[in-house]
Every structure is written in structure tokens, then in C-alpha cells.
């Protein structure tokens, strides 16, 4: 079970021509195992029956030293064997099917293992969540942490940008935590449209991409490469409130 969880975790994480390596292998592998099993099953079964039968027969006590099983025909073994081999097929077609199994965006959060900040308050006079049709707006988040405090800073000045791509994982969570809030359930949003992210660096900050790939990276890993990868911008500001180092609007299509 953990090597299957294995290739559902390559499949499904992006790396697709791995998982789908290591599924071939594995299937190989297991069903010329088994295979091997089977036959030999099959073949010392009726062997060990007709060495028991020859034992015990009276007319041939005489003859017990120098016993021998009787040779396997075709048909003793191929019956047995194309019975249990479709068997194998069934289990092979059936964990196959375990492996390729799409999971929904409310597990792939799961398997991160990440904690979902308190969703944020507006702290102005706007909509933090709002549906038009079927598609859904979320304006602008802030680096709430799960103690409802702000990371705070000047990317360039205040943080290094890999602090900074931690601070946009943050922004992420949050915006999570919004949809969470409203929706019940990430698997209500088919997939991402457009992440809008702004960077508080300074002047001759040239990374701001880097920085923002840390909640499109999240989103990712969340509603999958196709569907968690929207069109985006990634700019630099001046300031941001609370001099918050990053934040970040998004529209999402429900599902």
C-alpha cells in the first residue's frame, strides 16, 4: 500500500512520466511474480495428489522406493492457470484503477499537512468574497498567520525574497481560509482564472515572480497543475497596508 500511495502521490504531484514508469514496473513485476506463483501451484498439486494416491495403493507397496510423482501435463496445469491468471488480470485492472484515481482538491490539502489562518476581516468598505455568475472574486489578502498577527516587511530591505515566497504561501492560506469560510469545501471551485500579486520591495527588487510563485505554487498543488494554474501578474509596489510584504486577489470558476 505505501508504494501505491507512492505512485498516486508522482501521478499526481506533477511528476506524471515517473509515476507512470514506476506504475509499469511495478505492475510487471508483481504479475510475473505471481504468475510464477500460480504455476507452481499448479503444477505441485496434482503431482502431490498422484504421489499420494500411488502410496496408498496396495499393488504398488513393492514399488514405494522408487516412487516418482507423476509428470504434469498441459492438462493438469493449464485450467488452474487460466483461472487464476484472469483473477490477476481483475486485481491488476482494479489496483490500477485505486492508482489513477483523481483526488479532490479538499485532499490534497489534507496531504499537505498546512494549517488554514483565521479568515480575514475586510478592513475597509468592500467584499472580501463575492460570487458574479459562476465564477468567484476574492479581493485582495494579506499575510494573516494562524494567531491572526501579520508578517510584516519590506522585501529587498526587511526579508530576503525567499521569505518573501513564504510571506505569498501565507497570502495563499488565507485566501483559502476565505473560500473555506464561504464555499464549505475547496472541491465547489473547478479551477483558478487569475492571481493578481503585489510585492512591497524596494526600487531595484527584480524578483517579484519568484515571490508570487509561493501561493500559485499552493493553489497548484491544490486544484492540480491544469486546473490550479490560472493566468497572473506579479508586480511591484511602493507600500501595502500594515507594510505587509505581500498581497494577493484571485478569481476562481465554480465547479
Known amino acids: 500500500m505505501a508504494q501505491v500511495n507512492l505512485l498516486r502521490l508522482n501521478l499526481k504531484g506533477g511528476n506524471k512520466s515517473q509515476g507512470f514508469a514506476m506504475l509499469i514496473t ?11 506463483l500460480i504455476i507452481k ?64 482538491p479538499d485532499q490534497n490539502f489534507e496531504k499537505l499537512g498546512l494549517t488554514l489562518p483565521p479568515a480575514p476581516t475586510p478592513l475597509g468598505v468592500y467584499k472580501p468574497f463575492l460570487i458574479v455568475g459562476n465564477f468567484v472574486y476574492v479581493s485582495g489578502h494579506g499575510t494573516v498567520k494562524e494567531d491572526k498577527s501579520l508578517i510584516i516587511g519590506r522585501i529587498g530591505k526587511d526579508m530576503t525574497m525567499e521569505e518573501g515566497k513564504l510571506a505569498a504561501q501565507q497570502v495563499g492560506l488565507a485566501i483559502l ?45 491544490v486544484w492540480g497543475e491544469e486546473n490550479g494554474v490560472g493566468v497572473r501578474s506579479a508586480v511591484g509596489m511602493g507600500s501595502l497596508p500594515d507594510n505587509i510584504p505581500v498581497e494577493i486577489e484571485a478569481m476562481f470558476e465554480l465547479a
Open 177 to 221: 481560509a476565505t473560500l473555506k469560510q464561504n464555499l464549505g469545501s475547496f472541491n465547489k471551485i473547478k479551477r483558478v482564472i487569475k492571481v493578481l500579486g503585489m510585492v512591497n520591495c524596494t526600487p531595484d527588487f527584480e524578483r517579484h515572480p519568484f515571490v508570487i510563485n509561493g501561493c500559485s505554487e499552493l493553489f497548484a498543488k
Open 41 to 104: 501451484i499448479s503444477a505441485i498439486t496434482p503431482s502431490l495428489v498422484s504421489h499420494q494416491q500411488s502410496f496408498f495403493d496396495p499393488a504398488h507397496k513393492q514399488n514405494r522406493s522408487s516412487m516418482r510423482p507423476t509428470p504434469i501435463s498441459a492438462d493438469h496445469v493449464t485450467p488452474g492457470f487460466l483461472q487464476l491468471f484472469s483473477l490477476l488480470l481483475i486485481e491488476t485492472f482494479l489496483t490500477s484503477q485505486y492508482i489513477m484515481s483523481p483526488t479532490s
Open 26 to 36: 511495478t505492475s510487471l513485476g508483481y504479475s510475473f511474480l505471481m504468475m510464477l
